[in-house]
């Protein structure tokens, strides 16, 4: 199978995502949709994919196992929970298949056991596919170069559906890692994702969390660089899953055929050197 084309299983297909991502690989002429699965013995086994999807009838069932199609699957696309990930990726490095991650709120065990797997399996792992997202954190390492150790506090601010289950989002966290980075910190010692009662005044290094859940947002992230005189807020708003999901296919056709690595949206996207970094 050439990378131009790739066979995409899509994990988790009864998801939110999962439906939205059936939708994409369906519309995208360059890929091929071959299966989905849903949790194993679930009652959509056999559902049709594309009702499932709401986009017709497309005459593939959903499976509830990844080894019913191994031999149809080039590479998976899975927007699920941290452990079905994590077993999926054993997967991979079993059948020499390629995976596109985008499931968040990984624990620091599980993020080390994910790139335990970097030598053996082509990834892609991002927590936000939007190529716009992406494009934001290259604009937020040149803000905070610029800002960030001239008297400028830092706070980022995101909002949520009511169904999500990690907070703050994994795009928040990577955010304030990228701002982080750039002004010589480290998220670990200067993020601060609580503040309740007589907490005192801030520190000039903190790099502060805020997080919404309401309603069906689908995702809003804000990175404040405030200081006395002026404020510069640069936000990202998603509408619609759609901008995740056709990231995630285009990952998917670029991973597809690759050597093993870990690799992120920033690769997929070229975006590396756009801010001269
Ligand atoms: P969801 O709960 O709607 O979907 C998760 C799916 O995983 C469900 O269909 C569930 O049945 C399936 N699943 C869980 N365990 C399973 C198992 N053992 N076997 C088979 N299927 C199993 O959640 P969602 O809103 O679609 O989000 C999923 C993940 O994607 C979350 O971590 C979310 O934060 C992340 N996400 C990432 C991006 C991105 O761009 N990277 C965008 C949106 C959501």
């Excluded at 199609?69 to 054993?90: W, Y």
């Excluded at 005189?229 to 056709?253: Q, Y």
């Amino acid at each position: 199978m050439t990378s131009a084309s790739p066979r995409i299983a899509i994990v988790g297909a009864a998801g939110r995502m999962g439906r939205v991502l059936i939708a994409a690989v369906n519309q995208d002429a360059e890929s091929e949709l071959a299966a989905a699965t849903v949790r194993p013995g679930s009652s959509l086994a056999g559902a049709d994919l594309g009702e499932l999807a709401g986009v017709g009838r497309l005459g593939i069932a959903a499976v509830d196992s990844l080894e019913a199609v191994v031999d149809d699957i080039d590479v998976l696309i899975d927007f699920t929970t941290p452990q079905l990930t994590l077993s999926n990726l054993a997967f991979c490095a079993e059948h020499g298949k390629a995976i596109v991650i985008g499931t968040t709120g990984l624990s620091d065990a599980e993020l080390d056991e994910l790139d335990s797997y970097r030598d053996q399996v082509p990834m892609v792992f991002a927590p936000n596919m939007s190529v716009g997202v992406n494009l934001t954190l290259k604009l937020l390492e040149i803000a905070a170069r610029t800002l960030g150790d001239e008297g400028y506090d830092i706070e980022v601010i995101e909002a949520h559906h009511r169904h999500k289950v990690d907070a703050p989002s994994g795009t928040a966290l990577r955010m304030g890692e990228v701002v982080a980075a750039a002004v010589d910190r480290n998220l670990k010692e200067h993020g601060v994702f609580e503040r309740v009662g007589q907490c005192g005044p801030r520190d000039a290094k903190e790099i502060g969390f805020a997080t919404v859940r309401a309603g069906d947002i689908v995702g809003e992230h804000t990175v404040m660089f405030a200081t006395e005189g002026e404020r510069i807020e640069v936000t990202h708003k998603a509408s619609s899953r759609m901008t995740f999901a056709r990231g995630a296919v285009r990952a998917a056709r670029w991973v597809s055929g690759r050597s093993a690595g870990r690799y992120g949206m920033d690769d997929v996207l070229g975006l590396e050197d756009i801010s001269g970094a």
